[in-house]
């Protein structure tokens, strides 16, 4: 008896299916997606009471120009909606890592976040830990040639998650 689902409609007997390569394939990419990310939280998480996210968001700041940006271009680099960045920026204010405060614009009205000096250090202490983690879990476990069609393939794929024209853009993020 087969476990796979047959479709019932016209429709459906349009749709390209998968072959049993391509599911093989597919399934490897969901499950790096399953495992891979709660991986480098639970290190960020044992390390430094973050998730990635919120170390995210510091890297972010740390590379940016005197360590601030605005909360528009920091949500952009950081791949997320203002109200989790905003959610985020709370938690990591507390902490007196980052701090928000009004833009210079004519009406003050565009706010910015700033990472603030012992932000910046708490991201110098933890950046050691987290990049042997990624090099523990990517970069060391594949050879030059495969990190490179990775890349490759996960440009691709967030190009076409980030198209402006498509579904999945505007419901992930503002593209």
Excluded at 30 to 54: C, V, W
Excluded at 117 to 134: L, N, S, Y
Aim: hydrophobic share 40%; charged share 30%; proline share 5%.
């Amino acid at each position: 008896m087969s476990t796979e689902i047959a479709p019932t409609t016209a429709a459906a007997d349009e749709v390209p299916w998968l072959s049993d390569e391509q599911q093989d394939h597919w399934r490897a990419l969901i499950d790096l997606l399953a495992i891979l990310p709660p991986a480098l939280d639970a290190q960020l998480k044992r390390d430094a009471g973050l998730n990635s996210y919120e170390y995210q968001v510091m890297t972010a700041l740390s590379e940016s120009r005197d360590h601030e940006l605005g909360l528009s271009d920091l949500a952009t680099r950081a791949r997320c909606s203002l109200s989790r960045l905003s959610h985020a920026l709370t938690r990591l204010e507390r902490n007196g890592w980052v701090e928000r405060f009004p833009g210079t614009e004519p009406g003050g009205r565009r706010m910015r976040a700033r990472l603030t000096d012992d932000g910046m250090t708490q991201v110098e202490t933890i950046a050691p830990g987290h990049v042997r983690e990624v090099r523990r879990l990517v970069i060391d476990t594949l050879s030059d040639e495969q990190l490179a069609a990775l890349a490759d393939a996960a440009r691709a794929i967030t190009a076409a998650a980030l198209d402006p024209d498509s579904e999945s853009c505007r419901e992930i993020a503002d593209c």
